[in-house]
Nanobody, 123 residues
Framework: QVQLVESGGGSVQAGGSLRLSCAASGRTFSSYSMAWFRQPPGKEREFVAGIRRSSSITYYADSVKGRFTIPRDNYENTVYLQMNSLKPEDTAVYYC????????????????WGQGTQVTVSS
């Protein structure tokens, strides 16, 4: 089992940057597929970015491609979400998620979740 703790959310103006961190407990972090999801106000949770457990292959939602990246540090048991050129439509609660199986972009397939961190982008 793994516990996830997010940090780094906040308020920023459009065009700005934020970096979210997701620190994982346990010694087998490298065996987890990791992903970031977000839930805008009044909307369903949606996939943002993901990274495979066994490689550095990454995946992004079309809406964030070219603006967000998802590096992971297996020595620090941490995955990040670097968000650049933020837009008001990026406003949401952002969640880190982990699963022991192969990577997927379906939030229903993730067993482990962080508590969420709010990101607010003003125009």
């Amino acid at each position: 089992q793994v516990q996830l703790v997010e940090s780094g959310g906040g308020s920023v103006q459009a065009g700005g940057s934020l970096r979210l961190s997701c620190a994982a407990s346990g010694r087998t972090f490298s065996s987890y597929s990791m992903a970031w999801f977000r839930q805008p106000p009044g909307k369903e949770r949606e996939f943002v970015a993901g990274i495979r457990r066994s490689s550095s292959i990454t995946y992004y939602a079309d809406s964030v491609k070219g603006r967000f990246t998802i590096p992971r540090d297996n020595y620090e048991n941490t995955v990040y979400l670097q968000m650049n050129s933020l837009k008001p439509e990026d406003t949401a609660v952002y969640y880190c998620a982990a699963r022991t199986q192969g990577w997927t972009r379906r939030y229903q397939d993730y067993a482990y979740w962080g508590q969420g961190t709010q990101v607010t982008v003003s125009s």
